[in-house]
């Protein structure tokens, strides 16, 4: 069960100024194991924060977290002013997991129309769902498939549909879980280009988890990850900086053998 407390008030005059989202002691435990211990973190609005760390370290607990979907976590965790969770933040989060989430028996188009029509129902709304539609097939470089069987599509073209429905809905946080895996280096540098066009353009805040280090030098921000704890969270320019390194990559390798070499000093005075 999610067992957030609220932390401060939501007044609902939150300012452009405050996090989209705030962690504090956000611990959440899967199974026999404590996946997240006690995290403190923000993200800012407007930008882009990668999430990066090895596999395993728990980035998709974390961002399941925020979206109120992971079970068992504790602490504070604000999401857009609101507890994670909230009934009111489902139409103001987008969320891409890694398993695309697509029907196969229904075009790109028509899956695209499914999910727009549950946004924005009614006779009314029908051009804006077919400009919205249209809009998104162009934005993830599907137009020249949008009516192609989902179910015929490659594994990167099926996770662009799933980004294309997160798309829909232009919300306030995208979180996106890993969502350039498997891309070719055009397709994912156009998509980190339509990334930054959300961030810049429409005021977005989106979360990224990745595990490829270069894309960590397109973030804004960075939360590095590692066994369930954040290394780091700062610029990559500052964690270059910090640690000497000439690469995010040099980077989070320095940190991880700071944090190796802290745990076995903590060992051997104990
Ligand atoms: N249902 C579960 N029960 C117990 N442990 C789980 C469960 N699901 C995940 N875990 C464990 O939680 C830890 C974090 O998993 P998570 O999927 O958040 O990692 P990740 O950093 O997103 O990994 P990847 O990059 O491979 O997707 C892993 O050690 C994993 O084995």
Redesign the pocket.
Known sequence: MMNYSSGPPDTGTQTTESPAVRAEGLTVV????T?LRGLDFTVPRGQITGLL??????????M?SIVGTQAKATGTLGVLGRPAGHPTLRTRIGYVT?APSVYDDLTVRQNLDYFAVILAPGHAAADRRHSDVTRVIEDVDLTSHADALAGNLSGGQRSRVSLGVALLGTPELLVL??PTVGLDPVLRRDLWNLFHDIATQRGATLLI?S?VMDEAERCHRLLL?RE?EILADDTPDALRTRTGAETVEAAFLHLVDEAVAAGHKKETTR
Do not use: Y
């Open positions: 899967r199974g026999p194991r996946v760390g090895p596999s395993g370290c728990g980035k998709s607990t974390l399941r890694q879980d890993e988890s595990h990850m369930g």
